[in-house]
């Protein structure tokens, strides 16, 4: 009996640390959408950056004058703009290195790419920030997680999961209240 009241402990367990996770990115996911922003941690989507960057590595950015950053084809700094026409619009964050300095702006290329971004240059107003050199890597999961949550990878399935959790979760903290309290009026002292 004991070996089963671990068990159930270790699950118990489990499931508040998914839970909390669950919590957590949900919060994420609401303070980007309301802010349009996700500084300072941003998913890569696309393998444009390897093997530097890959995709579903959570880099961490810091917001950056125009004038601050450096451009070069080897050690240039790694910015994040809007693309070109789409200022504004977190959906198309892109995250290149800066290559080269030009009157109009940066142009920028994709490590992996052979060639620089065709909608080079970007204008100094689209650079929201650039990388810290710091990130969580792919394979923890917890980027591709992310971006399935928010419906960018297997769209519509990240949404519908996420709501079918949180109803599974809803209903099991309802279901846990429910056997406490009737565990507090089977008690005789009321503890």
């Known amino acids: ?3 089963l009241r671990t068990v159930g402990r270790i699950f118990t367990y489990l499931f508040y640390a998914v839970f ?3 919590i957590a990115l949900t919060m ?7 802010t349009g922003t996700s500084f300072p941690l941003l998913v890569v989507k696309s ?3 390897e093997p530097v960057i890959h995709a579903g590595d959570i880099i961490i950015t810091v917001p950056v004058q125009p004038s601050e950053i450096k451009a ?3 050690d240039g700094d790694v910015i994040v703009f809007f693309k070109p026409p789409y200022y504004g619009d977190s959906r198309y964050l892109i995250v290149h290195r800066a290559v080269d300095v030009v009157e109009d702006g940066f142009i920028t290329k994709g490590d992996a790419n052979a060639v620089v971004d065709p909608w080079s240059p970007v204008p100094p107003s689209y650079v929201v920030g650039k990388w810290t050199g710091m990130k969580l890597p792919y394979w ?3 980027g591709y997680l992310s971006l399935f949550m928010k419906g960018e990878l297997y769209p519509p399935y990240g949404r519908i999961t996420l709501v079918l959790l949180i109803i599974v979760n809803v209903i099991l903290l309802f279901l846990e209240f429910r056997r406490i309290r009737k565990r507090s009026r089977q008690s005789p002292t009321g503890n």
Request: charged residues 15%; without cysteine; aromatic residues 10%.
């Open 1 to 3: 009996m004991s070996r």
């Open 20 to 22: 909390i996770f669950l």
């Open 28 to 34: 994420f996911s609401v303070v980007q959408g309301a």
């Open 47 to 49: 393998g444009s950056m």
């Open 72 to 74: 070069d084809p080897k």
């Open 140 to 142: 923890t999961g917890l």
